[in-house]
């Protein structure tokens, strides 16, 4: 299926196909998509540290002890999904070789 943005394919917003399908399956328009797109990414872009981090800070704004953050952090983190650490091509060569 062609993709709504007459752009060539090098020149289309990152995924313009997600974006396309968004329009196509929802009340969103291109650019509300798009922004849909945007926030999910940047949200599953957290490193572990950052996600520690700012899940740390709005827990304790919230009144929650060290002892009772920990705890909770320790069970959401496995279920969190964070962005890959960056990989040298040596790192990755190992990972593939071994």
Partial sequence: MASQYPLPPQQQPPFADLIAHLTRT???GPGE???????VLAYFSETATEFVQRRHAELQ???????????RLAVELPA???AA?????RQLRRIVYG
Avoid at 33 to 39: I, L, T, Y
Wanted: proline share 3%; glycine share 4%; hydrophobic share 50%.
């Fill in 85 to 89: 650490p960056e990989l040298s091509a």
């Fill in 61 to 71: 704004a919230r009144g929650l002890t060290n002892e009772q953050i920990f705890a």
């Fill in 33 to 39: 998509a798009a922004r849909v797109v945007a926030e």
């Fill in 80 to 82: 969190r999904r964070v």
């Fill in 26 to 28: 929802s009340v969103l």
